[in-house]
């Protein structure tokens, strides 16, 4: 059983940062890639970040592509990744889910993920 965590939501105002945490543990142990993705009110999900298992070449939507930063810390047995969002604006606001797959590669595409967290909610003010 893999668990998904996501830690770090809140509310910001406009120019402000947040960072979110995905804790990312279970069994059975392996290399996983991770992406984050966001819902916002009355739209569909999107894709925002991604990262593979060795934590190089990220992937980012083009809307958060110079403000947002993902990264990992893997250790032995829960492998951690972060989303650094900052310059953050309005637009930003929405639930954000962060995702996993037993996989040393990484999609923009959510149907790649097989384990998902319950989402953290981001609310940027303006």
């Known amino acids: 059983q893999v668990q998904v965590v996501e830690s770090g939501g809140g509310s910001v105002q406009a120019g402000g940062s947040l960072r979110l945490s995905c804790a990312t543990s279970?069994?059975?142990?392996?290399?996983?890639?991770i992406g984050w993705f966001r819902r916002a009110p009355g739209k569909e999900r999107e894709f925002v970040a991604a990262?593979?298992?060795?934590?190089?070449?990220?992937?980012?939507a083009d809307s958060v592509k110079d403000r947002f930063t993902i990264s990992r810390d893997n250790t032995k047995h829960t492998e951690l990744s972060y989303l650094q969002m900052n310059s953050l604006i309005p637009e930003d606001t929405a639930v954000y889910y962060c995702?996993?797959?037993?996989?040393?590669?990484?999609?923009?595409?959510?149907?790649?993920?097989?384990?998902w967290g319950r989402g953290t909610q981001v609310t940027v003010s303006s």
């Open positions: 995702a996993a797959v037993r996989s040393s590669a990484m999609s923009i595409s959510s149907t790649f993920y097989d384990y």
């Open positions: 279970g069994r059975p142990f392996g290399n996983y890639g």
């Open positions: 990262i593979n298992w060795r934590g190089d070449s990220p992937s980012y």
